[in-house]
């Protein structure tokens, strides 16, 4: 396995380590952008109804802290039990903050201030409404000299999730700064996930990157309205009331984009289509929901939308787990391993549904549930961009490879092109003085000893000449096998060189005389078409010298076969070996240019070598074989 290979597999194993450590970092963080713990309010109480007449005969309950009531068209009536702390002057005020920020309407009493004097915040009253410009609702109210009740009246058709403190200015400021910090840690994230997966899909042109990149777009925009920096930084721009249907329009269309997104996801996994049936029909029941919050009950509307969420996520873990056909996938780059992506819809699962448990007022509220939809958006980005940049690089690897063998598929196919365009050249020229010859003796009556001779010359050279295309042609393309047997080289050798007519030009000098193991037939022919090489386009008056011989340790036989240079000079190093190849000035012999193709293939199918060297002013090939072949 390759070093980047190995690198891969072991960052796709960290991928669900790190969701479960960054669910937990979540978790742990959440506590910290929370409101600090005051010392005002002494107890907190909650009754759901239009209008309280007495309050007296109201059936009041107990909360703590956080309230979580869900989705619901009548307005919530909380208590607060105030009372001074010790060594504060009834002058000093104090701020009651509510949290979170997508809350309608919520109205103070305090029977410290005037009953014309009593202030209103919320999403659909103007941002300047609030005591001091935060992202959360605040009211400064004084601190008094006795212990005092407030009513709060809160009015949304949002979740009817509720955080409330009262702090003095200090500590409000101060527990503002924190929030905005973290805050904008969370938007700088999601910004910065966008921002990797626009360049991510630029680089690599990939359908699912581009899907992220809406993704992102959509939590990007949801995280902005959601978190208040729309309600901050729009409200001198937008209307409360356009600013909170946008809220609202932002919550339906992430949701609508992440089920989407992970259909899209999901369906390159070839997944049964009653499965993608259901996912489909869940994605496309957000259009009456949308319908519902427009033109009937927005609250409704925007608790379906939670519901919708819940069951799309139960269904996306579902299918992965028993609707993809794992076993018989098609190896592809661009799927994950079931672990990473069954994991990842678990993990989506438990946030998800534990926002949910939160929201629609099933269970008790924590500091958790006002962010669980950014932990979301948050988890979704960095995972999905670990993914998503395995999986580009995964992909881009499989389209270098793909490049690389269709490069050398045209390249083969260039070669074969070549190679035809070089036979038949080769034919075209070899073939056309012996046929020549033999059409000129077939056409006289009685031809000349000589042209008789010439004649058979040909034909012996056309039968060469087809012999050696055989030859290639099984050892390139079909393949041969061997016959291995024990060899006396310098017999093979000597016989081969006293069979030949031109042997009183050979020089043969052996100093090994033992035996190896290889095929006769075709070492003969790999020798003798070195020695015919050596003939034909070496000097004529010179000698040809053949040596065997073993190395210095023993370990292999060489076989050299020396020419002087010949009219046909020094052939090209980088091409002596290649088919069909002849230099320009090796025209005047006959020759098929297959012969030192052959040896060379022919040697190394005996696990040998063969060189090609000048030494000496002389021309010199060496067949180099391992004892051992």
């Known amino acids: 396995m390759g070093q980047k290979k190995l690198a891969r597999c072991r960052l796709i194993a960290w991928i669900p380590r790190l969701a479960i450590h960054l669910l937990f970092w979540l978790v742990a963080v959440t506590p910290c952008i929370s409101f600090a713990t005051d010392s005002f309010i002494q107890s907190q109480d909650y009754w759901i109804g239009e209008s309280p007449e007495n309050t007296k005969n109201v059936h009041w309950q107990t909360f703590q802290r956080y309230l979580a009531l869900g989705y619901g068209s009548e307005p919530v009536w909380i208590r607060l039990h105030v009372a001074p702390e010790a060594g504060k ?70 979740t009817r999730l509720i955080d409330i403190s009262a702090l003095t200015p200090a500590e409000a400021q101060n527990d503002e700064r ?33 899907d992220f990149v809406l993704l992102q777009l959509a939590s990007v925009g949801y995280s902005i309205v959601i978190l208040g920096f729309a309600r901050v930084y729009l409200s001198n721009k937008l209307s409360p009331e356009t600013l909170d249907t946008l809220t609202s329009l932002a919550v339906l269309t992430y949701c609508f984009t992440c089920t989407w997104f992970y259909i899209r ?39 379906l939308n939670t519901c919708l969420m819940a069951l799309s996520c139960i269904a996306l873990l579902l299918c992965s787990l028993f609707a993809i056909p794992w076993k018989s996938l098609p190896s592809n780059p ?81 070669q074969q092109r070549t190679q035809q365009s070089q036979f038949m050249d080769m034919l075209a020229h070899e073939l056309n003085t012996p046929l020549s010859v033999i059409s000129l003796a077939i056409g006289l009556t009685y031809p000349s000893q000589k042209l008789r001779e010439l004649a058979a010359n ?34 093979l050798i000597g016989s081969l060189i006293h069979n030949r007519p031109e042997s009183e030009r050979i020089h043969f000098q052996a100093t090994y005389a033992g035996e190896i193991l290889g095929d006769k037939k075709w070492l003969s022919i790999a020798v003798n078409n070195l020695i015919d090489n050596a003939i034909k386009y070496g000097s004529k008056e010179d000698c040809i010298d053949v040596d065997l011989s073993t190395n210095a340790d023993r370990t292999s036989i060489n076989i050299a076969i020396y020419n002087d240079i010949g009219k046909a000079g020094l052939p090209d190093q980088n091409k002596v070996f290649q088919k069909y190849y002849r230099s320009e000035s090796a025209h005047h012999e006959t020759g098929s240019g297959l012969g030192l193709f052959l040896s060379k293939n022919l040697v190394e199918m005996h696990n040998g070598n063969i060189h090609y060297t000048v030494v000496d002013k002389r021309i010199c090939f060496t067949i180099c074989i391992p004892l051992a072949a």
């Open 334 to 414: 661009s799927l994950l391993p079931k672990k990473i992506l069954v994991g990842y819809f678990l993990i989506l699962f438990l946030v998800n549904w534990t926002h949910a448990y939160s929201i629609l007022g099933f269970g008790r509220s924590t500091s958790l549930s006002f962010y669980g939809a950014i932990h979301n958006a948050l988890m979704t980005g960095l995972l999905l961009s670990m993914v998503l940049y395995v999986r580009s690089k995964k992909i881009d690897h499989d389209r270098k490879q793909k490049l690389i063998r269709e490069q050398a598929r045209a390249d083969h196919e260039r």
């Open 265 to 303: 996801l999901i369906s390159e996994y070839g997944i049964k289509v009653w499965a993608l049936r259901i996912l489909w029909t869940l994605l496309a029941l957000s259009i009456p929901v949308l319908a519902i919050y427009l033109f009937s009950a927005p609250w409704l509307g925007l608790m």
């Open 178 to 210: 924190e929030l905005l910090t973290a805050l904008s840690f969370v938007l700088y994230s999601l910004c910065a996930f966008l921002v990797w997966a626009t360049y991510n899909w630029i680089t690599h042109r990939d359908r699912l990157s581009g």
């Open 458 to 491: 040909g034909i012996t050279n056309i039968k060469e000449l087809i012999n050696r295309c055989v030859q290639a042609s099984q050892v390139n393309e079909i393949g041969i096998p061997l016959h291995k047997e024990s060899i006396n080289l310098e017999a």
């Open 89 to 158: 002057s009834p002058d000093q005020s104090i701020e009651i903050n509510i949290r979170p920020g997508f809350l309608d309407q919520i109205d103070l009493y305090d029977p410290l201030l005037a009953k014309t004097a009593q202030p209103s915040v919320g999403d659909r009253l103007s941002w300047s409404n609030n005591a001091r410009p935060s992202f959360t609702y605040n009211f400064s109210v004084p601190i008094g000299a006795e212990p005092r009740t407030l009513f709060l009246r809160v009015k949304t058709s949002s």
